[in-house]
């Protein structure tokens, strides 16, 4: 069993920086691949970033590339999503998430392959 927590969140103004932290407890974080989603105000969930279970490979959804990053650090059990050029339109709760799988290969894109999630980190960018 995997536990996220998410934490970083806030209110912050257009252009601002945040960095969102992801914690994890329970089994070893680096046996898995991870996610970083938001759901805006009446939309659904979405994919920002993902990252494979060792860090070298990433994907990040259209709307964040060239602002957001994300990173990893296995050895405290901890995902970063680190956000730049904050824009209104980035207002959302934002989750970690952790593949259902332990050992697979690449980044995971697909929302049905995660299985553990936090409880969501709300950011708001006012303009």
């Known amino acids: 069993q995997v536990q996220l927590v998410e934490s970083g969140g806030g209110l912050v103004q257009a252009g601002d920086s945040l960095r969102l932290s992801c914690a994890a407890s329970?089994?070893?974080?680096?046996?898995?691949?991870m996610g970083w989603f938001r759901q805006p105000p009446g939309k659904e969930r979405e994919l920002v970033a993902a990252i494979s279970r060792i860090g070298s490979s990433t994907s990040y959804a259209d709307s964040v590339k060239g602002r957001f990053t994300v990173s990893r650090d296995n050895a405290k059990n901890t995902v970063y999503l680190q956000m730049n050029s904050l824009k209104a339109e980035d207002t959302a709760v934002y989750y970690c998430?952790?593949?259902?799988?332990?050992?697979?290969?690449?980044?995971?894109?697909?929302?049905?392959?995660?299985?553990?999630w936090g409880q969501g980190t709300q950011v708001t960018v006012s303009s």
């Open positions: 998430a952790a593949d259902r799988m332990v050992l697979r290969a690449g980044v995971v894109v697909a929302t049905q392959e995660y299985a553990y």
């Open positions: 329970g089994r070893t974080l680096g046996a898995r691949a």
